[in-house]
């Protein structure tokens, strides 16, 4: 199952409609430029924006071309809820009444471990590297704290060069046991 992360959330906006334009054009051309899913599919079908005036063509080929893929990112859960588990990007302040919930707080919440919160169900969240917890100290295995009930799993893969790709595994959906595993290329 796939979630909707900060990143997707921008994709979401653009597709969505020509509202944010012009906040999103810098972010697209100048930040993200050709790590954005978005123009490389435009320049899969040779539709590349040049400027804030190509956003609405780029947005109709996108639709028009990649039903399947604009469907799929539109159409990204925020927060899933599994037996004893709620998974979300980012975080949540709490666990009742989730709808209620600002989606993009949800997935753009830096530093969630450090807010304090505790849980009755494991909130397994990524987005923030879990060596920026301890800068000092490089690590990059998932952060699994059981007290509070919170899995921090971003291990920085592609962001730091000495990143992992982490997995979370749950024997048990109903369960509290959680191992993980994880690449990384230094191996």
Known sequence: YTLCGNC??????????????EKLWPVLSEFWQDRSVLL?????????????????ALRAALLERFPVETGFL????????????????????????LEELDAYDCMKNDDFRG????????????????????PRIQRSAPLIDYDRHIASIDG????????????????????????????????
């Not at 490389?40 to 609405?56: C, F, H, Y």
């Not at 599994?82 to 979300?88: Q, R, T």
């Not at 807010?115 to 301890?134: D, I």
Request: aromatic share 10%.
């Open 40 to 56: 490389q599919m435009g320049a899969e079908i040779g539709v590349t924006p040049r400027s804030l005036d190509d956003m609405p």
């Open 115 to 134: 807010q304090g919160h505790r849980f009755q169900k494991w909130v397994v969240v990524g987005h923030w590297p879990v060596t920026l917890y301890a």
């Open 74 to 97: 539109l159409n990204l859960p925020t927060i899933l809820e599994a037996g004893n588990f709620l998974f979300v990007h980012g975080g949540v302040p709490r666990e009742e009444r």
């Open 156 to 187: 920085g893969c592609v962001l730091k060069l000495d990143g992992q790709l982490n997995a979370l595994i749950l024997p048990d959906i109903g369960g509290d046991k959680l191992l993980y595993t994880w690449y990384d290329g230094l191996t």
């Open 8 to 21: 997707d959330y921008i994709d979401q906006c653009f597709l969505s409609g020509p509202s944010l334009d």
